[in-house]
């Protein structure tokens, strides 16, 4: 190779594998750069943000997008300035412009951005919803999200990989936000975010511990964080029966959670297989939990729910209707069927009942009028980051569904 080629190869570049797109945000204002991270983060982007021309260089070095988006506000000269650093540093991905569309300023940054040769999508006009975000750049979303072999939850720990997002759960009588789940993710340098489909979870050794310490600390950190930009929200987590059995057996879990007299106590969720494979064992570990402000959920209940009929004690304070029986329950009987079973069961009991993985408002009337006291899914919001689930908090008393 001659010194020349050698000269056009970028240093950061080299030896550089992408598995998932890479996209950048310009734009001077922080929460527009956040919220576009935000949505290209939940289409399986790795996302980044800038505002200044400095900062688009050292971006183009390091995060090496294959999609830059640019905004466009009239009055706003950085967008030209962007588009001709663009050209300069001949950016061979693909510009996108978001803005209004019939702006003039708008059509003038397109037609410079096609001047300097630069490939220039059509604009995404402002205001987008997700669909519209989602079509404008369908042309870079993975097909295959999940990474094989899974990636090691004890490697992900160990290099700072984990994280909490929070889906609001919602009062099904007053649609006021009632709660947050915490669901654990990756957030990976090449795949991006990913869901615990994607990494193996711990086993129920030490890294067990370290994983639980690592999740307990977190969520009092975000709940804290939650306390002071909005209200105190009750958080429920979904652990698997090792880390379970880890929490239960801590000498020091009460020093682990918030210390505020605002804590009502945590929710920690245990998957419905556990709990009618071994149901001493699961209401053993409910008592003690429950000494601790902790009450014990039963996630993700559908056909075994008749293993928990004729119940003497019941120490669980909640259950959780499986989303495969609560989808489509407006329209298949069996389904519905299933729902007011289990709905009728924490009835019974004296327990909550929440329907999960709501997708359609006809299911929601559906599970609301059988009785359910909590509902959460799509349909109301998508898990986001603690950030975001404050802001949106804050911003909304009343999670209504789209009409």
Not at 1 to 25: C, H, W, Y
Not at 281 to 294: D, F, G, Q, V, Y
Not at 345 to 356: N, P
Request: proline share 7%; glycine share 8%.
């Amino acid at each position: 190779m001659n010194e020349e080629a050698l000269d056009t190869i970028q240093p950061s570049a080299f030896g550089r594998r992408k598995i998932v797109p890479r996209a950048l945000i310009v734009d001077d204002k922080p929460h527009v750069r956040q919220f576009m991270c935000d949505c290209l983060e939940e289409l399986h982007f790795i996302a980044s943000g800038c505002a200044v021309p400095g900062e688009l260089e050292l971006a183009l070095d390091t995060l090496l997008p294959d999609l830059v988006l640019v905004g466009t506000r009239s009055g706003d000269p950085q967008g030209r300035d962007m588009l001709m650093l663009l050209a300069m540093r001949k950016f061979a991905g693909q510009v996108l412009l978001f803005g209004t569309a019939t702006a003039p300023l708008t059509d003038a940054l397109h037609e410079l951005g096609t001047t300097l040769g630069l490939d220039m999508l059509p604009v995404l006009p402002a205001p987008f919803n997700d669909a519209s975000l989602r079509n404008a750049v369908a042309a870079f979303i993975p097909h295959e999200l999940p990474p094989h072999p899974a990636i090691d939850v004890r490697e992900a720990l160990a290099i700072g990989y984990l994280e909490l997002c929070y889906q609001p759960r919602i009062d099904a009588e007053t649609l006021r936000l009632s709660g947050a789940e915490a669901l654990m993710r990756l957030r990976h340098p090449s795949w991006g975010i990913m869901p615990p489909a994607g990494f193996k979870p711990a086993d129920g050794g030490v890294h067990a511990g370290a994983l639980c310490e690592f999740i307990l600390a977190r969520l009092c950190e975000d709940w804290h964080y939650f306390a002071a930009e909005h209200c105190p929200v009750e958080i429920a987590v979904n652990l698997q029966m090792p880390l379970v059995l880890h929490l239960a057996a801590l000498d020091s879990l009460a020093r682990l959670l918030p210390e505020h007299p605002a804590f009502d106590g945590l929710i920690v969720e245990l998957n419905a297989d556990a709990v009618v494979h071994d149901l001493a064992e699961a209401k053993s570990i409910a008592r003690r939990l429950r000494a601790h402000n902790i009450g014990l959920s039963i996630a993700g209940l559908g056909e075994e729910w008749p293993l928990l009929v004729g119940q003497n004690d019941f120490p669980f304070v909640e259950i959780q209707c499986d989303r495969q029986f609560v989808c489509g329950c407006a329209g298949e009987r069996l389904k519905r069927y299933v729902c007011r079973q289990i709905f009728e069961l924490a009835d019974g009991f004296g327990a909550r009942a929440v329907a999960q993985g709501i997708e359609t408002q006809d299911d929601f009337h559906a599970v609301r009028e059988i009785g359910f006291d909590h509902v959460q899914g799509p349909l109301f919001a998508k898990p986001m980051t603690a950030q975001k689930f404050a802001r949106e908090a804050q911003r909304r008393s009343r999670l209504l569904p789209p009409q």
